[in-house]
Every structure is written in C-alpha cells, then in structure tokens.
C-alpha cells in the first residue's frame, strides 16, 4: 500500500504558526506547530510543543492512504486512518511527536466542512474536549477545582460546582466570598488562575489545556446589579440591541423583543424612554434584554439588591416564574438568604472563597453540615459540645456541651468532627410554664426583645450562654421575665467545625 501512497508534501518553512492545505478529493493537509501553539480538531484538543513537527497526508478515492511524518526532511511511515474519500469536507489532522525519543504521542483526525475553519477550529474561538477528567453533557454548568488569584490573594480556592439543565442555582454568601468572581468567570469576564469549566459538556475554560473561549461566544447572558440600561434608547432598542449586533434580521428582530416584553409585562411601554421607567421596570428590560436571544444559561448578579423590599420580594416570584416557563438554567448570586432559599433548586453556600455546603434550599437551611452554613442561612444558635456524641435508646444521640449541660438530638452519630449543636431561633420556644414531657427543656431569662412584625425575638440567657428566639408576636414576654425554652431532638443538629 505504501507504493501506491499519493505525493506527500514537504514543508520546510517552521517559522510559521501552523500550515494548512486541503482540497476536495486527492488532497495534502499539513500542521507544523509552533512552541505551545494549541488547535482545535473538531472535539479534541492537543498542544504542539515542537516547531519541528509536521504531518503530511495522501487522501484518494479509496479513503486516507499511509500517513508520513516529515522531519528533519526525512520520510517516516506513521499509520492508516480509515476516512472516507471525495466528500466535500477537509480532514484536519494533528501530530505530536516526541524527536529525542523518535515517539508517536498523539494522532487525531476529523472531518470539518472547510467554511467552518476560521469560526470553528480556531483555537482561540470554540471549545474542544480537554482530554483530562470526563465531562458531563447532561450537566448545564461543570466546574472543576477553580482557583482565582489576585497577586498572593487567593479569592477562590478550588471551587468545584455542578447544575443540572433547567435548574436554579444560588451562590450565596458575605460580601467577599468569591461569588460574584465565580460568576464573572462562568460569563468570560474574570480569567481564572486554574481549574474548568464547562457549560453543557463543552469546556469554556480549562488551565491545563489552555482553552478559554471568548465571552461572546459561550451562549450566556448576564444580568447586572445596576441593571446597565442604556439612558439614551427607548425600551424596545435596549432589548433588540443584543439581535442587532447578532445582525438577526429586522422582521425578527421585531417579533422577538415584542415577545420578551410580553412576558415581563412591559409590552405597552415598548417605545418609551428607557430613563422613565421605574426600578422593577428597568429591572424588567434587563431581564428582557438577557433571555431575548435564547442563551443556555442566565447569570443574575445581586439583581433585586436595589429594589425596596416590597418590590424586591415580588420580582423574585416573577424571576423564578420566568426562568422555569422558559426553561432555562439560571445561576444566581446573592447575599440574601431569603432570596436564595426562595428562588433555588440548589444552594451552594461559600465562605472565604471555597464551598461550604452544595445542596437544596431544605436541607441548607435545616440539616447544615457546618456551623458557618446553620449560621449563615437563617438565624441559628451554636452550642459547642465537649468530647464524641453517644447514641441512647430511642434513636437519638446525646451530646455533652463544654460549658456543662446535655443536649438530645435525632439521628445517628456523624462519622465526621463534630464541633457543636445548631438550633435555629424558630424552632427554640418561649413560654411561660415548663412543658409537661419533653427533651431538652431549659430555663432562661430574656434579656433584649425586638419587634419585627409578625415575629418577636428575643435574647435569652441560659446560664452565662446568650441564645435568640423567634416566635410568633402574639405572645409578648418582657425584659427580666424567666420563661421556659424547649427544642424537639429533631431540630437540635450536630455539625462540624
């Protein structure tokens, strides 16, 4: 077969980047790659790491003959590949050779109609397959071991996080955890030190393969916390702006935006100013702004944070309302615990740039793994305990505090540390008389009360131990009263550190 082996083509210009010919039928294609010069073959990718490497291959009607590598001038049989011949596509194909060693490391070939080169094989535009761990195509959002620094500040610190398509994710957490950095990064807007991410299998971002695809070309759309309307465009351009640089035709173009407006209610408004609309309504176009084009997943960063909080809690319903009747995976980051715990499927919940707890809004708020999370996500009380809990009958656990004291707990005992006991403030009761029966029944003295509508909370102390409660307004102790607290063993949860 080797005799019968069409020309093979030499190239012995190795100042160049990369070298491609290809024509329809019998043709030669040929890759020199420069020192750490990466390119994309269809849904694999490959770094060059050798200016001297080249492969030049023979296609006839028969299909691609023997490959040969061109090194140094001299002619090196390398393998077969069984492609079909005389179709209108090039075959591209990559070569890694080890010279010192005379190795084959790596050798890939695809098909790819060659009008697709420039928007889809360059390898700064798409994304191919790292190569490394298995990426997971039914997930909407993968990310893997993120790291983002600033100087010797580490912002986050190996984040690793997953949504299922359709979904409503929350970062949530303090000011300065790295929430909004993660997503910056998921839009392209933040470059990551380290890590990956991948939206709906595809790798948007990978440091080990050099692979950061272009924000403008990740099929995201983000919504801002100043809503970044433009003042001098009436509503309906503010929305169609994004088709307009699409270059999406002007009947469509029409249809669309009239459609978004529809479904944020701001139809009839479609030719006013934009600078006469109030905050939910500018709130409104944002959001008409970013779903107009159909993008895979909607980014909303703190959106509701400047609305009063009337408002506020009305556009919530309206955004998850949205999102699901579009059916479109929307990540979201706030640092409101309501927000999150209202609006999501899942809840990943950060402190100081790493993940504390990923699960849902549920068990986040009433099995915490920490007690960062139990604080964090609603308001909780911390009872830190001395030595390893022990299981008693009944199924509950009974744990030891430092400062003397037991407390009674449901479950069995956690094969993790354990630092303490959480207790949220509304499942902690006051009253006047002690309880007829009961676990974990104490006897406090309030100290502070504050009105919150329909709630009242108090600070109690409990030996020397400050607590807070939260019950229903209707019952009002006073300052200096001695009431009696109980919490069920099912409310009382051990955490870790």
């Known amino acids: 077969m080797e005799d019968e082996a069409p020309a093979l083509l030499q190239l012995r210009d190795e100042g160049r980047r990369h070298c491609r010919v290809s024509h329809l039928g019998a043709v030669a294609v040929l890759f020199l790659g420069a020192a750490l010069h990466q390119t994309r073959v269809g849904d694999g990718c490959r770094r060059l790491v050798d200016a001297r490497k080249a492969l030049a291959v023979g296609i006839g009607d028969g299909g691609v003959g023997p490959a040969r590598q061109v090194l140094e001038g001299g002619l090196f049989p390398i393998q077969s590949l069984g492609i079909p011949g005389r179709m209108p596509f090039s075959v591209d194909i990559i070569l890694e050779y080890d010279i010192p060693n005379m190795k084959l490391t790596t050798l890939q070939a695809v098909r790819m109609p060659p009008d697709h080169w420039n928007e889809q094989m360059h390898p700064a535009d798409g994304a191919c397959d790292t190569g490394n761990a298995p990426l997971s195509p039914d997930l909407a959002l993968e990310i893997v071991d993120l790291r983002i620094c600033y100087g010797d500040h580490e912002a986050v610190r190996g984040v690793t996080i997953s949504a299922k398509a359709g979904t409503h994710l929350t970062l949530v957490g303090p000011s300065g955890c790295g929430k909004t950095t993660i997503l910056r990064s998921i839009a392209g807007l933040e470059k990551p030190s380290s890590g990956r991410i991948s939206l709906f299998g595809k790798p948007v971002y990978d440091s ?18 100043s809503y970044a309307i433009w003042p001098h465009m009436s509503v309906f351009e503010n929305v169609a702006y994004g088709l307009r640089l699409r270059r999406v035709p002007k009947a469509e173009i029409e249809e669309r935006v009239i459609r978004a407006l529809s479904m944020v209610g701001l139809k009839e408004q479609a030719y006013r100013q934009s600078t006469m609309l109030s905050g939910g309504q500018q709130q409104r176009v944002a959001l008409a702004r970013s779903f107009v084009f159909d993008p895979k997943i909607l980014l909303f ?4 944070s400047n609305l009063d909080a009337k408002l506020r809690a009305q556009m919530r319903v309206e955004l998850k309302e949205l999102t699901t009747r579009l059916g479109i995976t929307a990540v979201y980051v706030t640092h409101d615990q309501e927000e999150a715990l209202s609006m999501s499927d899942h809840v990943v919940v950060l402190q100081d740039g790493i993940v504390r707890q990923q699960t849902d809004p549920f068990t986040a708020y009433f099995r915490p793994e920490n007690a960062f999370v139990a604080d964090f996500m609603g308001v909780s009380n911390f009872l830190p305990i001395a030595g390893a809990a022990r299981e008693i009958a009944g199924g509950l656990v009974e744990a030891d505090l430092t400062d003397g004291g037991k407390v009674i707990c449901a479950g069995a005992v956690p094969d993790k540390e354990v630092a303490g006991v959480a207790i949220k403030a509304s499942h902690l009761q006051p009253q006047a008389e002690p309880p007829e029966s009961g676990d974990n029944v104490w006897r406090m003295e309030v100290t502070h009360r504050s009105f919150v509508g329909d709630l009242m909370e108090y600070h109690l102390d409990w030996e020397g131990r400050e607590l807070r409660a939260r019950t229903l307004s209707s019952r009002v102790f006073d300052v200096g009263d001695k009431v009696y607290c109980s919490v069920a063993p099912e409310h ?3 955490v870790a550190p």
Do not use: G, H, Y
């Open 208 to 225: 080990s393969m050099n692979i950061e695809v272009a924000t403008e070309k990740r099929d995201v759309s983000m919504v801002f916390q």
């Open 301 to 304: 960063d703190e959106p509701l």
């Open 492 to 494: 009382a949860v051990l």
